[in-house]
């Protein structure tokens, strides 16, 4: 994999954010030539962006995706092989507040990222990363297929949708043509160090932790794909490999752990909490119609055509986890640390 992203110009869009910052130091770390854009870094807890000084090493542009005049001027300039686009409103509770952020977040940054591809003389593919909730879920319990219906009861996950259809649609409209394949990637709660977002588990966890304040969990009993970030990287920089090789169909894929890391809010808390040293805990069942109770997808299909599965039990991925924001915690070098798992996951597992 290395020698495939070496010396190559690719664009992350969102490489501010969790996973964007994540998959920045890995591309960097491989060799790469990496541009960033995204909006400026929010950090009201913490920013992994900014943790790992990423601003030196890497052409980062802060940006709004839906400002097609500057887009359209930083793209030429960039000049691109490869694009993984991350960059979205990535709240589900957060798209009931606002709706219509999370729209134009969410569909037309996207739209007008694509449309501005079209002048590119250098790109050879573009990785849109979606979600695992982009399906119409009716809480059957059925792991989710890449065939399955799209949907979303929520503004975030019907804008995800409407996001798989539109990149599908210009991929037939316009970049088939052009010789510019493109494929999705849906995958879901994701953990690992860094991660500082809103309203989401482990975020909340750490805040507790530093302000010794009792964690109140809403739902402990809906079931997720637990996952580790590298884990989850690691399928979308596989799937660029294939997509740019390939000269067929437009395709997406799901990445997911097996069934035993299908655990519930509840079980991570309680195995974070351990970890951690951390008994301030309190669980409400919080009736909401909000999000959704299960959801699950099956991965064969990236199991067979990528030859990819996750590295980490979930009982690794939270030890893991736990080990990058104790280091956090205790002030350590946090570029030392977050290299480290790069290195363990990448080079030392193989």
């Known amino acids: 994999m290395e020698n495939f992203y070496r010396n190559k110009r690719i664009l992350v869009t969102g490489h501010t954010g969790f996973k964007g910052a994540w998959l920045s130091q890995i591309l960097l770390s491989m060799g790469a030539k990496v541009y960033g854009i995204s909006l400026r870094p929010f950090d009201s807890r913490g920013n992994l962006y900014k943790i790992l000084k990423l601003k030196k090493n890497m052409d980062s542009n802060y940006l ?13 300039e960039i000049n691109p092989d490869l694009i993984f686009h991350l960059a979205a409103q990535p709240y589900v509770l957060q798209s009931y507040e606002k709706p219509l952020t ?16 079209r002048s590119l003389n250098n790109l050879s593919a573009i990785l849109n990363v979606t979600t695992d909730k982009c399906y119409e879920n009716l809480e ?15 503004i975030y996950s019907a804008s995800k949708a409407c996001s798989e259809i539109l990149t599908k649609s210009y991929y037939q409209s316009f970049m088939r043509d052009l010789k510019v394949n493109i494929a999705t990637a849906r995958a879901g ?44 990287l690691n399928g979308y920089m596989l799937l660029m490999q294939k997509t740019f090789k390939n000269n067929g169909e437009f395709e997406s894929f799901n990445f997911a ?48 055509i990528l ?21 956090y915690l205790n002030n ?19």
């Open 332 to 350: 350590e070098d946090m570029k030392t640390c977050s290299e480290k798992q790069i290195n363990d996951f990448f080079i030392n597992s193989l």
């Open 102 to 117: 999370t729209i134009s977040s969410n569909i037309i940054g996207l739209a007008n990222l694509l449309d501005s591809s």
């Open 257 to 304: 752990p097996n069934v035993r890391q299908v655990v519930t809010v509840k079980d991570i808390v309680s195995i974070l909490s351990h970890e951690l040293d951390f008994k301030k805990v309190k669980y409400k069942k919080i009736k909401s119609n909000k999000e959704s109770i299960t959801l699950r997808l099956n991965p064969n299909k990236s199991k067979k």
């Open 189 to 232: 709660n994701i953990i690992g160090g860094g991660d500082f977002g809103e309203n989401r588990i482990v975020p909340d966890l750490i805040e507790a932790v530093q302000r010794n304040a009792t964690l109140n969990v809403r739902s402990p009993e809906s079931i997720r794909p637990w996952q580790h970030v590298l884990d989850v």
């Open 140 to 154: 059957n319990k059925i792991p989710f297929e890449e065939v399955d219906r799209l949907g979303g009861k929520d």
């Open 64 to 76: 709004d995706l839906r400002d097609l005049t500057k887009l359209k001027l930083k793209l030429n």
């Open 307 to 327: 030859g990819w599965k996750c590295k980490y039990s979930i009982k690794e991925c939270i030890k893991i986890t736990a080990n990058w924001y104790r280091s």
